[in-house]
């Protein structure tokens, strides 16, 4: 799909949808369940469609309504696929239902996307090995084949994506002995806060060291059934965020929560210190038009999913903006960092890549042919960047959008972005 992207001036009100890791984390939650579950206002996009597509192989009673979803409860126990689970694009669901797969006494095999065949698995493989699954795989990628069951234990974790240690918390507890965790470091802090908050809203039972790189988890434990709902995502809220303080006349943003565990909450934050007018209060934030932005320094450990947006918002502010700390967004969809610097470049930026992040010196930016990459954070910041200029901008490969905020195109036309 090409997105062809003219300047615009937004205003008005924008529902955000629900959030990508608590849905995912809903539909694993609700395997490890007795009894049925449902999942409120659950964000449907390409990704989490594919952790309940999954859960349906695994042998879930899914039933699916305009307002909610039902899951079935397994208790753990899931049943053998008929075939490959393909979780196409989706890296929490793979790495999640990788570890709920290595608790049962039959193979499973997995697999994605061409951009899901790079995120490279070891990490977690490593872990569940320790923990005592085997894994087959040819080179630490997907596809492959993951054999338990784990019954608990010790494992080192690496840290340099948080899917891994998320992916072990969901699990473990119904293992048959305890296990312990530890990391040498860990990246993006808020995800796993966010499922640390999941098990204890469950009534899960674990300790953690308050530097989140030590972990006891009992075993032999049960998750109930729950009734939540999702609330609503702040890495898609970025983008309504920065288009309002960007090219917005007072834009208005609706269903988000700031007391809620996601890391991209502060994001907020970051653009305010670049001097963004934002007044939140409950149940919509406003970000108002016209502010003069400012280049800043950032630490985007905490927020690695922004840097696609973040970046390209430093491209259009005068001066020089660093993105440090980051260097987690080379494993992304795709390489972002490296990305952003291609395209951002394309569109006159003046860009200085750094192996954990960028030093952007913005403000002359104009309208190009640019490419995507099928990634869907990529699409959506390169279409803020084009509302802002005069001409023209032409997004290539913008079929990805889907995976995370399926509503953005028609959403954000309702705001008045001139797309088509």
Request: proline residues 5%; glycine residues 10%; contains cysteine.
């Amino acid at each position: 799909m090409i997105l062809r992207v003219r300047k615009s001036t937004l205003a008005g009100t924008i529902a955000v949808p629900g959030s990508k890791s608590h849905t995912i984390r809903g539909v694993v939650a609700a395997l490890q369940s007795c009894n049925k579950c449902i999942l409120r206002a659950p964000l449907d996009s390409e990704d989490t469609r594919s952790a309940l597509d999954a859960a349906r192989l695994f042998g879930a009673q899914v039933a699916e309504f305009p307002d909610r979803w039902e899951i079935g409860g397994m208790g753990g126990k899931l049943q053998k696929p008929a075939g490959v689970v393909n979780m196409n694009n989706s890296g929490t669901g793979l790495r999640m239902l990788t570890a709920l797969a290595a608790m049962q006494d039959f193979p499973v095999t997995f697999d994605g996307d061409e951009s899901l065949r790079t995120r490279l698995m070891t990490g977690l493989f490593s872990s569940l090995e320790a923990l005592g699954a085997k894994v087959e795989s040819a080179d630490g990628h997907c596809p492959f084949t993951v054999c338990g069951p784990v019954r608990g234990g010790c494992a080192e974790v690496e840290g340099k994506t948080s899917q891994f240690l998320t992916s072990l918390l969901f699990a473990l507890p119904a293992a048959e002995k305890s296990s312990t965790l530890t990391l040498d470091y860990l990246f993006e802090q808020p995800y796993a806060g966010i499922s640390a908050r999941w098990l204890s809203e469950l009534g899960i039972d674990y300790t953690m060291q308050e530097d989140m790189l030590k972990w006891e988890i009992p075993g032999g434990q049960s998750f109930p059934a729950f009734d939540k709902v999702i609330p609503a995502d702040f890495s898609t809220a970025c983008f309504a965020l920065a288009a309002g303080a960007l090219c917005g006349n007072g834009v208005d943003i609706l269903n988000l929560d700031f007391s809620d565990a996601q890391g991209d909450k502060k994001v907020f934050d970051f653009y305010e210190e670049m001097g963004a007018v934002i007044s939140r209060k409950a149940g919509c934030c406003t970000v108002s038009g016209g502010a003069k932005l400012h280049p800043v320094t950032l630490d985007l450990n905490s927020t690695p999913d922004a840097l696609p947006i973040i970046s390209a918002t430093a491209a259009l502010i005068p001066g020089e903006t660093r993105l440090v700390n980051v260097a987690q967004a080379r494993n992304k969809e795709t390489d972002r960092i490296a990305a952003m610097t291609e395209e951002l470049t394309k569109m006159g930026a003046d860009i200085t890549e750094l192996p954990d992040g960028m030093v952007i010196r913005g403000g002359t930016l104009h309208p190009a042919t640019v490419d995507s990459r099928n990634d869907h954070r990529i699409a959506m910041a390169l279409a803020v960047a084009g509302m802002c200029l005069d001409g023209e901008t032409v997004i290539e490969h913008a079929e990805g959008i889907p995976v995370s905020y399926p509503g953005f195109i028609s959403d954000f036309k309702a705001l008045g972005a001139n797309f088509s």
